[in-house]
């Protein structure tokens, strides 16, 4: 709702950051969270209601102080959108698995893979003896639900075709 009514005066104004955070496609939880804000955050630099249609009313009024409002909005908001903000918020999260479970398992996949292709043969020739491997369909089962978990099915959909 906020996106349909302010996009059209931020790209007027010339506010890339905003309009990008009111447009795009986000998880509806962030959506809803970015937009009130947005509106919010215009809405009490010019002294109206935190609607985007009062935003909307406000533009036609007075556009340059509505314009101003809007440009130093961009500027509270640009760190949502800059990359090495959000490195640093990754950086800051407060316990090392919360990032560090990803490439685990994806090390944890590739060395499975490793063991089956050079180590496993290597060793079992050096040592005479009968090593396991891992058989390669639960391998490459593993490899797919952890496609699908890390890439979100979209390496397994564009791999395996639209279900």
């Not at 509270?76 to 090392?96: M, P, V």
Request: zero cysteines; proline letters at 6%; glycine letters at 4%.
């Amino acid at each position: 709702m906020a996106a349909a009514v302010l996009v059209p005066i931020l790209t007027n104004i010339g506010a890339p950051i905003l309009k990008k955070l009111l447009a795009d496609k986000l998880p509806s939880g962030v959506v809803k969270d970015v937009s009130e804000a947005v509106v919010d955050t215009i809405a009490s630099k010019i002294g109206v209601p935190s609607t985007p249609e009062a935003i909307a009313e406000a533009f036609e009024k007075s556009p340059e102080v509505v314009k101003a409002a809007v440009q130093e909005a961009e500027n509270e908001f640009r760190d949502l959108l800059d990359r090495d903000a959000l490195f640093a918020r990754e950086d800051s999260r407060e316990h090392w698995f919360s990032w560090a479970w990803r490439p685990a398992l994806s090390w944890t996949l590739l060395y499975l893979f490793i063991w089956n292709a050079t180590i496993q043969p290597l060793l079992a020739v050096a040592l005479k003896a009968n090593l396991p491997a891992v058989p390669y369909d639960t391998l490459v089962a593993f490899a797919g639900i952890w496609l699908t978990i890390y890439g979100g099915g979209h390496t397994v959909k564009a791999v395996f075709g639209k279900a």
